[in-house]
């Protein structure tokens, strides 16, 4: 793996050295002296946050009045370089009150040289977790007089925090009713043509997680997923269940997921954050089921008039419903007067984005709203262009449904003590970008 950083620099605006730390030898303490001739001084920090100068690169960005440089003379890691100074600001905060500038910086020297030294070792990033790294270094910074107060925590066993695998939890939570909050949010995208032919569709989903557990629990999820599937029959010498099976694409999990036994078992086992965070996300392409339809005819009368036609049919479940359902209905700039006639719902003429604004509160599945309007247009004669027609528009939220049929297995809590937990399982489906060309 490529390095991260060779050295870094703490500079303010006028260029003068703050703090620095060497971690390799491959390149030389006076190397700031090039970024400050070469890049500073030409007033070139604004057109690209990474720079070549000579044999070494320099990677900075600005926090506050402070410029951060990273020099490295081999291939190195960019991203990782800047994903290490944005965790590394998060940590200065944390000790210093949420301030990060000049001022923190000349104020807490002694602690920022430790903290350089931990969190990083020989150009390779290292835990960077404020909540691990208080556990040993427990001095304090020197606070700005509007900083937020510091909360109080318990510090138990600090060894086995900073030594042990999960640098993502504390030891010692206790909580009187155990609980688990899963949370399934799903955005759809989709563009389809006048006739209903669908031109482009695909679902962007996210798990998310609110865990309060005592101890050290181990979770295992289990989706509907088909290689999950697949892979429990065979481990289990079974034929899969009937039912429908979905295919995830572009899967990415939080650092709690233990990747080994996804990779061999094909199942989510996890031992989780306290609080909230967000296990994985996920996107699907194929097996999209659509919440709504939409039928769209408009008719140009003439210059001066226009009928416009829309239904929306829902096709999720009789017993569901969607909340804050809203279609844009574009018009031509140069309308004058519109009328109304709707089954559910209100409608109302917006001219500061030129569309039919129509609102449903509350949308029942299995049925089909239709709004009816009369447009009048005021005749231009400077108006020669022909109207291109904006594609329509949705905004809805259509809770316990999914468009990619995902659907929570199983939600199984281990805990060495042996405790009782409740889980609660729920599913959100909104609309990303709705659109229906008419």
Partial sequence: MPVAASAIYFLNLRGDVLINRLYRDDVGGNMVDAFRTHIMQTKELGTCPVRQIGGCSFFYIRISNVYIVIVVSSNANVACAFKFVVEAVALFKSYFGGAFDEDAIRNNFVL???????????????????????????QEGVRSPFSSKPSERPVPNATLQVTGAVGWRREGLVYKKNEVFLDIVESVNLLMSSKGVVLRCDVT???LMKCFLSGMPDLKLGLNDKIGLEKESQLKSRPTKSGKTIELDDVTFHQCVNLTRFNSEKTVSFVPP??????MKYRITEGVNLPFKVLPTIKELGRTRMEVNVKVKSVFGAKMFALGVVVKIPVPKQTAKTSFTVTS????????????VWK?????????????????????????KSWTRPPIQMEFQVPM?????????????WEKSGYNTVEWVRYITKAGSYEIRC
């Fill in 112 to 138: 920022i040289y430790e903290l350089l030294d931990e969190i990083m070792d020989f150009g390779y990033p290292q835990n960077l977790s404020p909540e691990i790294l208080k556990l040993y270094i427990t």
């Fill in 205 to 207: 989903g996210k798990i």
């Fill in 274 to 279: 306290d609080g909230e965070f967000e296990l």
């Fill in 345 to 356: 719902g209100r409608a109302k003429y917006n001219a500061s984005i030129d569309c039919l």
């Fill in 360 to 384: 449903i509160r509350k949308f029942p599945g299995q049925t089909e709203p239709t709004l009816s309007a009369e447009v009048e247009l005021i005749s231009t004669m400077t108006e020669k």
């Fill in 401 to 413: 449904f999914t468009a990619s049929g995902l659907r929570v297995r199983f939600l199984k809590v």
